[in-house]
Every structure is written in structure tokens, then in C-alpha cells.
């Protein structure tokens, strides 16, 4: 079996990330990846300012640290101070331009105003509470590198330099399909009256939530018949358009499982067994492209059906893949964090553990006491994963590698 390491290197070797770029509106860039370095053509600050509301001095006039000086001038923000005479303070506010002259600020709390004077019971420092020109951003200066991941910060930080538009590549185009008779829709049967041996489709529900969370353009085929040829039909009209197939279920070697036998008529396939739990089963391959307006090939990635396991591979596998291809080109794996176990998993399993847990009051970790690959509540009480290492036991009071949800969904 390759090792959960093992899988994601190859994944992540085997990515092509799409090349086609856009011009997008900075304010429906979120989510987005930037497809050039991005530039600033002005200072940030473009000139000093003031941090604080306060007056603004003369250091040297406020030596005595009980210097009264007359205002002469007031600078709300947005406009521009006269020079400072010496023996003067300007009453300024909070981003308001520093009047020449002025080489401080001094905060209003330690500060008395009695009619035109001000009394400054403080002794400032030259620069005190003064942002310099350019102490942010230096014209010229690379703001944000060719593949990044655009966040709100980095939307404001791309405003705040004035860039109404960004270039970044486009969308991740996706198909998905589910397989299995035995699949029925919410709605098409009421709860309590399935036909017999019949399920409800959770699979796609999740994996389309977690593609939504991505940003791709999604094409949904449905509940694809247990049929070789209706899956190899599927098969080929999603390639014609689509970057990556993601199927959940049929990946097994069963007479009813023909997911292995189309994907390898229209294309090729890896089938892996990973020393993961849950998850084990994985296919990756790609289907060829007949007819599209780029040739080449789809990329395929078949998914195990149960709901827990289509759930944690995606987290893992299909994830780092999504955002290579996506043209991320920083970390695309999650941050783990080491925290206390409150818990004993005495029993240790030669492959690589992904146990869901929660965050306690204490600060420590929860364990859901059923880790069936069933048993989709556990993913819904629980706000994250223990990474557990093969051959590893675990018992009250150790440290473990705790993976958030927060830094495996998005």
C-alpha cells in the first residue's frame, strides 16, 4: 500500500495547472488565484501622517515635558497643514498629512487645552506616532506573487494600492458523478420508506459543498446507473469540458463496480490502496479529451463510497491536488497543531489514522466514539482530525497532531 505521503507527492507531481488567465473585477477576486506578480506604482503611505488624534510639535519646543504652544492650525484627514512655526502645535486627527515643520505627534491624552494654547505634559521623541511615507509599500515594490490565493486581506491590500482589477487564472472546471443502484435522492423517496437495500446520496451533497468551497465551476451528472457503458458515456462528455472528474463510489473490483474498467477504456487508471483509515481505496488516472476545444486529457479521480471516507480523502488527496491545479504554488497541505489527547486509542493499526475529534474546554481533544467510515455524524460533532501514525497507540494525556477543519476546507 503507498504510504498517505507517498499518494499526495505523486498527486501533487502529476498536476498541470490550468494556464488560461482573466481579468477579474479586485472585488470578485475572492478565492481567486493571481496569475502575475502584482506591482504598486505609489507609495503606501504617499506621504507621512499621523497615527493618532493629538497635536501635532516641534520635538525641540516639547523638551521640558510641560511645554504650553499655541495652536495655530487645525488638520482633519483629507487635507493639507500649513508649515509649522516654531513655538506652535497643529491640533491633527488620525491619518491627517504631517504639516512641515512638525516632526511629532503627541496623543491628546497627555495633553490640557485651555482656549488657543495647549499644554503637553509629555516629552516626545522625533517620529513619535508618525507613519512614514512608503513605510507600507514602496513604489515598485511586489505586493502579491504569482500564485497566491486571494483572501480578503489580500483584496484590501491590492484596493489599497489602488488596483480596481487583477489577473488571475480561471475557475477549475469539475464533473462529478456518484454510482451505485442503490442511490436515491432526498425527496425521492420520503425518510422511513427507501425501497430495500436503498440509501440516501450524501456523497453529493458533501463533496459538491467542498468543491463550492474552492471556487470551481461544477458540473453535476447525477446518479450515473451501475452500467459500463452509461459510465464510459459519462465519462466522455465530462472530459470534453472539464479540467478533473471526481466520481464517488464503483471503485472497487466488484461485477457491479465499472468504474475501473470505463476510466481504463477512455483512458488510464491507477488504482491505489493507501495505508489510510478510513479511505484505503483511491483511482487516479486521466480520461482523454475527444472533440474539446484542448485536446489532451481530463484528469480522474475516483473516490470510496462510504461517506466518511469520500469525505476524509477528499480532505486529503483531493484537495492539495484541486489547488495545484488551480495554480497555487505556495504549501497547498494543511497546518497541523500539536495538542493534548483527552482521550486512549489504545489500539494501534499499521496504517495512517485520521481519527475526528473536537476541541474540549480545557484544551485538549475529544474523540468521537465511533470512527466508522459510516458514520457521517462524527463529522458534523467533530471540528477536526487527529493525525495518528501507523503502528501508534494513543493514550490520555499525550501529544497528538490535530488538523482543524478550518484548514482543510477552503
Given amino acids: 500500500m503507498l504510504s498517505v505521503r507517498e499518494a499526495i507527492d505523486y498527486l501533487l507531481d502529476a498536476a498541470r495547472p490550468v494556464e488560461d488567465v482573466e481579468t477579474v473585477a479586485t472585488l470578485e477576486a475572492n478565492g481567486r488565484v493571481l496569475a502575475d506578480d502584482v506591482a504598486s506604482t505609489i507609495d503606501v503611505p504617499s506621504a507621512d501622517n499621523t497615527q493618532m488624534d493629538g497635536y501635532a510639535v516641534r520635538a525641540a519646543d516639547c523638551a521640558s515635558g510641560s511645554a504650553t504652544l499655541r495652536v495655530a492650525q487645525r488638520v482633519p484627514a483629507g487635507s493639507v497643514g500649513q508649515p509649522l512655526e516654531p513655538g506652535t502645535a497643529a491640533r491633527i486627527f488620525t491619518g491627517a498629512l504631517i504639516p512641515p515643520g512638525a516632526d511629532a505627534v503627541v496623543m491628546q491624552e497627555q495633553c490640557e487645552t485651555a482656549g488657543d494654547s495647549v499644554t503637553v505634559r509629555h516629552t516626545p521623541r522625533e517620529g513619535e506616532w508618525i507613519r512614514r511615507k512608503g513605510e507600507d509599500i514602496v513604489a515598485g515594490s511586489v505586493i502579491l506573487a504569482a500564485g497566491a490565493r486571494l483572501r480578503s486581506q489580500e483584496l484590501g491590500l491590492a484596493a489599497s494600492v489602488g488596483l480596481a482589477s487583477l489577473p488571475v487564472r480561471r475557475r477549475l472546471r469539475v464533473a462529478v458523478f456518484f454510482t451505485g443502484d442503490e442511490l436515491t435522492m432526498p425527496g425521492e423517496a420520503p425518510a422511513g420508506h427507501l425501497a430495500p437495500g436503498a440509501i440516501y446520496n450524501s456523497n453529493r451533497f458533501t463533496l459538491r459543498g467542498l468543491l463550492e468551497n474552492f471556487g470551481c465551476e461544477i458540473t453535476d451528472y447525477g446518479i450515473v446507473p451501475d452500467s459500463l457503458g452509461t459510465t464510459r458515456d459519462t465519462l466522455r462528455e465530462a472530459a470534453r469540458e472539464h479540467d478533473l472528474i471526481i466520481t464517488s463510489g464503483g471503485v472497487s473490483v466488484g461485477e457491479e463496480d465499472h468504474i475501473k474498467p470505463a476510466v481504463e477504456a477512455e483512458g488510464r487508471l491507477d488504482m491505489w490502496q493507501i495505508a489510510v483509515k478510513p479511505g484505503k481505496p483511491l483511482a487516479f488516472g486521466e480520461v482523454r479529451r475527444e472533440g474539446g476545444p484542448e485536446g489532451g ?40 497543531y500539536i495538542v493534548r489527547s483527552d482521550f486512549n ?18 484544551g485538549g481533544l475529544d ?23 501507523p503502528g501508534n497507540s494513543i493514550a490520555e494525556g499525550d501529544l497528538v497532531r490535530f488538523i482543524p477543519f478550518a484548514e482543510l476546507q477552503h
Avoid: H, I, Y
Fill in 345 to 362: 486509542w489504545p489500539k494501534a493499526d499499521r496504517r495512517n489514522e485520521f481519527l475526528r475529534v473536537r476541541m474540549n474546554s480545557a
Fill in 297 to 336: 486529457a481530463a484528469f480522474f479521480l475516483g473516490l470510496p463510497g462510504n461517506p466518511v471516507s469520500s469525505f476524509v480523502t477528499f480532505l486529503l488527496f483531493v484537495r492539495p491536488f484541486l489547488l495545484r491545479l488551480q495554480g497555487v504554488s505556495g504549501p497547498v497541505e494543511p497546518c497541523g
Fill in 367 to 389: 474523540l468521537f466514539p465511533n470512527q466508522g467510515s459510516g458514520v457521517l455524524t462524527s463529522t458534523v460533532w467533530g471540528d477536526g482530525l487527529v493525525d495518528n501514525p
